[in-house]
């Protein structure tokens, strides 16, 4: 099966720091989302991404196919940003699945 | 949009019970469901697919006479954890998506077997 790497494992940052996560693929794939898995265990979409760039307010992401890899960037953070990021990719044609990365955990400190 | 529910989100049963977990797509079809194991700390874990109507497609090492899944409706699919044990215990989380690519996530369902 495909191969999803995920670095850092953990970030501290300071309130209104920036930061990029990084998610590594070993393989072709149809897609790639990002979550944000809150305290709770609810996973969030952040973005659904297969290839390009995308905005949303302080987020944003990019894909590059070819290269196998995506960065989520997190612009000045908020406490409100801490959790686990997911990096999942999508493949497999009729037996489709996604394959999660081990995420990165993300403490914002105030 | 995009809404998925769980029921229920918490559970305690004893050891050798049987456990149903629902999972809804409250706005949309759900032409496919998946269902997920999430250890403490650890990723998710795909356990299984299924399409409305038809038998649920399991990863390699989930016993499909344990975890027994039912997708009867486009907006309804059930997990049913037979005989559970204290290594079941887990946090399950269901996504479905209809027609493409992107799956949205239901809130989790924590269970502990006693």
């Known amino acids: 099966g495909i191969q999803v790497e995920q670095s850092p494992p953990d970030l501290i940052l300071q309130e209104g720091a920036n930061s990029t996560l990084r998610c590594n693929f070993s393989?072709?794939?149809?897609?790639l989302q990002w979550f944000h898995q809150n305290p709770w265990g609810q996973l969030i979409n952040l973005f659904y991404?297969?290839?390009g760039t995308k905005q949303n307010g302080r987020l944003s992401a990019t894909t590059v196919a070819t290269e196998r890899y995506s960065l989520l960037y997190i612009s000045s953070s908020q406490t409100t940003d801490s959790g686990v990021y997911f990096c999942?990719?999508?493949?497999?044609?009729?037996?489709?699945?996604?394959?999660f990365g081990k995420g990165t955990l993300l403490t914002v400190n105030p | 949009g995009a809404v998925v529910s769980q029921h229920p989100s918490r559970v305690i049963c004893k050891s050798g019970t049987s456990v149903k977990i629902e999972c809804r797509s409250l706005?949309?079809?759900?032409?496919?469901m998946f269902w997920y194991r999430q250890f403490p700390k650890q990723s998710l874990m795909l356990m299984a697919t299924s399409n409305e109507g038809s038998k649920a497609t399991y990863e390699q090492g989930v016993e499909k006479d344990k975890f027994l899944i039912n997708h009867a409706s486009l907006t309804l699919s059930t997990l049913t954890v037979t005989s559970a044990h204290p290594e079941d215990s887990s946090f399950y989380i269901c996504s479905a998506s209809f027609q493409g690519y992107e799956q949205y996530f239901g809130p989790g369902t924590r269970l502990t077997v006693t």
């Open positions: 393989d072709s794939v149809n897609n």
């Open positions: 991404i297969p290839s």
């Open positions: 706005d949309f079809q759900a032409t496919t």
């Open positions: 999942a990719v999508g493949w497999g044609g009729s037996n489709y699945k996604l394959t």
